[in-house]
């Protein structure tokens, strides 16, 4: 079966933080093409009805086609705490998360708050996600599995912790490496599944766990690998209180073989010169999460200074330390963060972070992230007039980027209007 979907096509031809707008290709009546799971055509919606006329037609008007938002670091055993009141990050981890995290034990209940999970992201427009689980193997199967039966590109891994972590909490060196290869060996490269190695940060793992799963990564080098780098202040003290004779944050990882070019360091707010550097130099990817930063007062991340050198940034909910599972409220937020370090973001930017920037941030932008021939048909059809405020607003709009930034600043999974699987279509993404 040929699917044509037609409406107005955003795409991508490169990277409008280091090229400007004039990259986002827009056509205000256009079509894509569906064949087996994938993009065969993006094109002018007449030309393609001509070429294609056995095709299956969904016309979805005047809404927006574009790739599926890309959540690249969240959190998914944190869906049922989000928006938990009047902490900061470690006394939120230990009042709020740790005791959430603990009912992962129950697989049952990992099953459950997965497909929660995906429901609501899906619901938002996101098609593919990065997530932490807990320390339990069995929050790892019950992520994979529940997104393998929703056919969905994922990217997830089990949590290591072995100190400053409750009972029932912590795992060992030995354990963190024995489980982590077998749940890797078990999904990596399954369907749409990739294993990521995951020690959760440097405060919660020895130097011996963060040695072992340092040498697991080596050891399966085509994985990414994810943590926490310069969150908060506090978080930084301890950092430095537990590991003497590092000379930042990151060389707590660095001197672990943590520190590679398939990266992510989830916040990455407050660096120092050299960490700058030697995150640049290694080509790792700095994970924005801004709703976090705001919500648990970490602080702002310096998006024109790391994209202006060139840093590889992904866009990211940190849900539930995040406030939200849309990255349609993610991509407000990042732009009310850069405002307040005096930089406008323009939505080409915003929307490129929470795509194919994120896509780029995955290593996976050959696959997802982008309306192109050849790329998994991950889509997302956004209306840009889904509630009045935004529809009067939007009635004003004299260019594509004045039409879409009230979306971008206002909506939610309201505007979602359709969301389309690896070439398929979702009942009903609401
Ligand atoms: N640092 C270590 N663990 C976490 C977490 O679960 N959320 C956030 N925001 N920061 C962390
Ligand atoms: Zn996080």
């Given at each position: 079966m040929t699917d044509l979907l037609l409406g107005q096509i955003l795409s991508f031809t490169g990277n409008p933080m280091a090229e400007g707008p004039g990259v986002a290709r827009h056509s205000a009546r256009g079509g894509v093409l569906v064949e087996a799971g994938r993009i065969a055509a993006v094109d002018e919606a007449d030309e393609l009805r001509r070429a294609h006329p056995d095709a299956r037609v969904t016309d979805y008007g005047n809404a927006l086609i574009s790739a599926g938002f890309i959540d690249t670091h969240a959190h998914y055993p944190q869906?049922?705490?989000?928006?938990?009141?009047?902490?900061?990050?470690?006394?939120?981890?230990?009042?709020?998360?740790?005791?959430?995290?603990?009912?992962?034990a129950d697989p049952d209940y990992a099953v459950d708050i997965a497909g929660r999970y995906f429901d609501l992201t899906l619901s938002m427009g996101t098609t593919t996600v990065c997530s932490y689980c807990t320390i339990h193997p069995e929050s790892v199967d019950a992520f994979f599995s529940?997104?393998?039966?929703?056919?969905?590109?994922?990217?997830?891994?089990?949590?290591?912790?072995?100190?400053?972590?409750?009972?029932?909490?912590?795992?060992?060196?030995q354990s963190a490496y024995d489980d982590s290869k077998r749940l890797l060996e078990k999904w990596h490269g399954v369907g749409r599944a990739s294993y990521v190695v995951t020690p959760r940060f440097s405060p919660t793992s020895t130097p011996d766990q963060l040695s072992v799963l340092g040498a697991l990564w080596a050891e399966h080098p085509t994985c990414l690998m994810q943590?926490?780098?310069?969150?908060?202040?506090?978080?930084?003290?301890?950092?430095?209180?537990?590991?003497?004779?590092a000379r930042?944050?990151?060389?707590?990882?660095?001197?672990?073989?943590?520190?590679g070019p398939g990266g992510l360091y989830g916040h990455a707010i407050h660096l120092e010169p050299r960490e700058r550097d030697r995150l640049r130099e290694m080509d790792a990817s700095l994970?924005?999460?801004?709703?976090?930063?705001?919500?648990?007062?970490?602080?702002?991340?310096?998006?024109?200074?790391?994209?202006?050198?060139?840093?590889?940034?992904?866009?990211?909910?940190?849900?539930?330390?995040?406030?939200s599972f849309s990255m349609l409220r993610t991509m407000a937020a990042a732009y009310e963060i850069a405002q307040l370090r005096h930089r406008a973001l323009h939505p080409s930017e915003l929307w490129w972070l929470a795509t194919q920037g994120a896509a780029r941030a995955l290593r996976a932008d050959d696959r997802i992230g982008n309306l192109a021939p050849g790329m998994e048909a991950d889509l997302v059809v956004i209306d840009l007039a889904s509630t009045p405020a935004i529809e009067q607003r939007a009635a004003r709009a004299n260019d594509l980027w004045d039409a879409v930034f009230p979306t971008i600043m206002m909506g939610d999974d309201r505007a979602v209007k359709a969301v389309w699987i690896a070439g398929r279509p979702l009942a009903d993404p609401d």
């Open positions: 869906t049922a705490m989000i928006a938990s009141w009047g902490k900061r990050l470690i006394d939120w981890l230990e009042s709020y998360t740790f005791p959430e995290e603990m009912r992962f529940e997104a393998q039966r929703r056919d969905l590109r994922v990217f997830a891994g089990k949590t290591c912790m072995d100190r400053n972590a409750p009972d029932g909490l912590r795992d060992t060196p943590t926490h780098l310069s969150e908060q202040t506090d978080e930084i003290a301890w950092v430095k209180a537990l590991f003497p004779s930042d944050y990151l060389d707590t990882y660095e001197a672990h073989g943590l520190l994970i924005h999460c801004p709703t976090s930063n705001t919500f648990i007062g970490s602080g702002l991340f310096d998006m024109d200074g790391l994209s202006a050198a060139g840093h590889r940034i992904g866009l990211a909910t940190d849900t539930g330390g995040g406030s």
